[in-house]
């Protein structure tokens, strides 16, 4: 969906190459901010700042937050002092903050330079929050109420001063200490009566977050409680900002990717897969690669120490990575539904034997399932013909026992894992599929080896 | 997060044990319907119509459409008739349907018979439409406006009919042929003079989605439009609903655990893991485990018709789980990538030239290290003191050799076979990791044997 009906880019071009820019400036204005900044990212160096300046004030303002920084940057590098004055005074703050934090030293400079004496105090004061903190992700434009107003005051006070915040729909109500006491919607001022008073009409019982509060905590909350903002407040419970529902949903698939790249043993990053170039995707995969390839080095030791079992009966190692394959499908399985039942605040760590006794019951269940199939092949099919060493019977026997063994051991790790993890501090997710199937891989062969030393005995007797 | 403050749901327990009803409402009504909801299902059954009777109307509607079915249910067979009807009044449609959805048959009679006959024939629309579509999902109240409207009239509409919209802030315009032309939002009537026309603070430029989109489309353009509402409308461009951003961000969340599942070879469900029965996700994990658990017969072929290779350098066998699972984990970084900006629509089946070039440059890069780390630990550390068949160095060679080829493949694979499932109109996630795993533990292993073959041809020649 980010691409642009090549027709319109197309048209576009054209339209700039014959030079009818107003033309060009009502078609423009016809699209919104999200496309427009998709033309850009299709155009050629020198014709951005054409485009750009074709563009009414508002609507730049509005498409240069969906640029991508490589895009923003250039622009900014062709702007003269006042062109950037005009973009600057437009945004919002946060936004203006975002570009800040992506943009390298120089920009940072001029843009602070540019901006107002109000705006660079604001912007100021957010750049001192944490990353990832709902500090970083506010706004400090929003609407505040006196609990003494009457409904019909407040709306007067809302569209005097409501035309530069990011939301006025939500309204926050201080006492005279500046501590949030409620808050109230505009449709609920505009279904009252025009006499009533906002403190008869505000919500007291507020929710909020402290400013340094996680971002996915902030996340997690819009999702429960299906608020259009939620106020950010400091120590002194006075609010000094609010982050809007459009972030929070950048966050929610923020942190949804987050989570997906680390369950497959990639580094996470902000950075959409397009616009992150090979160097950058290297450094975010190899890591995990070489990882996960030197403690396979736990594996083959088993191994090795099990050469001269799989010397006796050789048929036994054509199994192993069905096996090891089964142990990593079934592990993943359950440390996946885990990770995401925590990242979602279905479950905590003090869930964790309500987990394990029904991954329990499931891995039965899986365990029982896979080795009777595995045993109905194994007899129907891949031992039919054996000749080999040791009864085919008991052959099949140790591969499913081995199975059953294995899916249990699996389920356990799987879901057990991302719940300790959690409980010491890290993020569930590093323990995804990669690391689990690693330690599945080495417990499944132990087991294995235990269960055809006992089933076969004389025959592996070496 | 959905765990409530123990002690706050132990204290509710002792005040209706003790019956203190009038303290009880009063707690209650401090609280969010979500965490109430989150009380009843710690309530033992017998408590849970008690405490719902205490809940002020209007609050016990949004507790209940916060509660999982089996709670619904519940408290749905307890009530009388005439309260059931108070419930079902204060819901919303769309809250309305999907309760509907999830109840049996004779709950189902029950409710369609207390709703009021304008309710029912709304219900009854809605049910029509296919699971995960637009229409699905939309609510039927919203605020409608005439464009020769003024801004106070239109205030004034909103005033008197806004009570039981969703959402009052964005405003639809209809035509005198029930066409949408255009959206206004309260914001912006609020902000113009009283005598301003509808029909010149409109946005005509209306984005809309059609009743039959699928809706994940819809939570899609919610995240890059920063839209609150997205007008439904049928194929004659008239509006028939509104999709409200509340159940656009329930959407995105649905999705990416549906992603996030499939990517585990899970099959995806729409119930969260705690509330899910132990058959339940027997169900949902035991196909994909039996599927891959047979797909391995491949693998274990391809290890028996090369069973007389590995007898003469046995020490090639000990290798194999770091190379397949090597090839698994990049294949799934790839898979993962691809399938992540599918879904977000940052990249098509179009730009799979593109993808494929930088896969095949980050596996360059991805191989080399690890061929180059590999070889280093073989020399120095596992073949150290080999006195098998075979030089050491000839071995370290295969090994990585094979490690380079496998990464490289592996990206290939991981990055291809999603883009090929989406153009064939199958759902990307499910060719991710467990499958492509598969895929490519059997072509690691012909790489793998075909090396070894080409470069120890005198000491493998059987």
């Known amino acids: ?18 030079k009818k820019y107003s033309t060009l400036r009502d078609v ?18 020198e014709k951005m700042p054409i485009l750009f300046r074709i563009l009414p004030k508002e609507l730049a303002a509005e498409t240069f937050v969906e640029m991508d920084e490589e895009t923003q940057e250039f622009l900014i ?34 843009i602070l330079r540019t901006a107002d004496k109000d705006m660079r105090k604001e912007i100021n004061e957010l750049l001192k929050y944490p990353e990832d903190s709902a500090g970083s992700i506010m706004t400090t434009e929003f609407i505040l109420l006196r609990p003494d107003m009457t409904a019909e005051m407040a709306i007067k006070r809302i569209r005097r001063t409501g035309v530069d915040k990011e939301t006025i729909y939500t309204c926050y109500v201080n006492d005279e200490n500046n501590k949030l006491i409620g808050i109230t919607t505009v449709k609920d001022l505009l279904l009252a009566n025009d006499d009533d008073y906002v403190r008869d009409l505000m919500e ?43 972030d929070a949903i950048d966050v929610i698939q923020e942190e949804a990717t987050e989570d997906i790249e680390k369950m497959a043993a990639v580094l996470p990053s902000d950075k959409p897969y397009m616009k992150t170039g090979v160097f950058g995707i290297y450094r975010k995969r190899v890591p995990w690669l070489l990882i996960l390839m030197l403690s396979a080095t736990f594996t083959s030791t088993i191994i090795k120490s099990f050469e001269g079992v799989l010397a006796q009966v050789l048929i036994l190692s054509t199994f192993i990575p069905m096996i090891t394959g089964s142990g990593g499908n079934a592990g993943s399985q359950a440390s996946v539904s885990v990770i995401r039942a925590l990242s979602l605040g279905e479950i905590e760590f003090k869930s964790m034997f309500k987990v394990l006794w029904k991954e329990l019951r499931v891995a039965i269940l899986c365990g029982l399932t896979l080795a009777a199939a595995n045993f109905f092949k ?37 879901s057990s894992l991302p719940l300790l993890a959690k409980k010491i501090g890290f993020d569930p997710a590093v ?3 990669p690391l ?27």
Not at 213 to 224: H, L
Not at 441 to 446: K, Y
């Open 1 to 18: 969906m980010v691409q642009v009906n090549v027709t319109l880019t197309e048209t576009i071009k054209k339209l700039l190459e014959e």
């Open 28 to 45: 423009l204005t016809t699209m919104m901010p999200y496309d427009i900044a998709a033309v850009f990212e299709e155009l050629q160096d």
């Open 77 to 110: 590098h062709g702007f003269s002092d006042s062109e950037l004055k005009e973009v600057v005074d437009e945004l919002f703050v946060d936004d203006a903050v975002d570009l800040i934090e992506e943009m390298p030293a120089n920009v940072v400079k001029r």
């Open 204 to 246: 007291e019982n507020v929710i909020s977050v402290h400013t340094l509060d996680d971002q996915e905590k902030v996340a997690q909350m819009f999702s429960n409680y299906d608020f259009l903002a939620l106020p950010v407040v400091d120590k002194e419970q006075r609010i000094v900002g609010i982050v809007t529902i459009d």
């Open 378 to 414: 194994l007899m129907f099919f891949d031992l039919r013909n054996y000749d080999g060493k040791g009864e085919p019977v008991l052959i099949a026997l140790v591969v499913s026992l081995t199975i059953f063994g294995t899916i249990v051991m699996a389920k356990i790790v799987g």
């Open 431 to 433: 323990m995804a599929n």
């Open 436 to 462: 689990i199937s690693t330690v599945c891989d080495s417990l499944s062969l132990l087991i294995y080896f235990a269960v055809a030393l006992l089933v076969l005995p004389n025959v592996l007797a070496v």
